[in-house]
């Protein structure tokens, strides 16, 4: 049973930052892309990051290119998603996922993550 478990997330005023994890199972982590997608309330699921299964490719959503930076510990089945300079907009629930391509689509990814929320105060 593939299980993806975020965590990291929490309050944070904005400029701050937050580093958030996905530990994954069940599955074979170093053969996956992996991806933070994020929805906020009454919003699509967006696209903010991807990387690919060795971390030689990472794709990023032009809204957090520079301040968000995503990696992987193979070792440790991980995915992380560090977060600088946080804005307001950034608010919503940060979910992981794997799939088999270095794309931007939801459908794409088979597995999921329950999500971890991030809420940035002004």
């Known amino acids: 049973q593939v299980q993806l478990v975020e965590s990291g997330g929490g309050l944070v005023q904005a400029g701050g930052s937050l580093r958030l994890s996905c530990a994954a199972s069940?599955?074979?982590?170093?053969?996956?892309?992996m991806a933070w997608f994020r929805q906020a309330p009454g919003k699509e699921r967006e696209f903010v990051t991807a990387i690919s299964w060795g971390g030689h490719a990472t794709d990023y959503h032009d809204s957090v290119k520079g301040r968000f930076t995503i990696s992987r510990d193979n070792a440790k089945n991980t995915v992380f998603l560090q977060m600088n300079s946080l804005k307001r907009e950034a608010s919503a629930v940060y979910y992981c996922?794997?799939?088999?391509?270095?794309?931007?689509?939801?459908?794409?990814?088979?597995?999921w993550g329950q999500g971890t929320q991030v809420t940035v105060s002004s």
């Open positions: 069940g599955l074979t982590f170093s053969s996956n892309y």
């Open positions: 996922a794997a799939g088999r391509s270095l794309v931007r689509n939801v459908g794409a990814y088979n597995y």
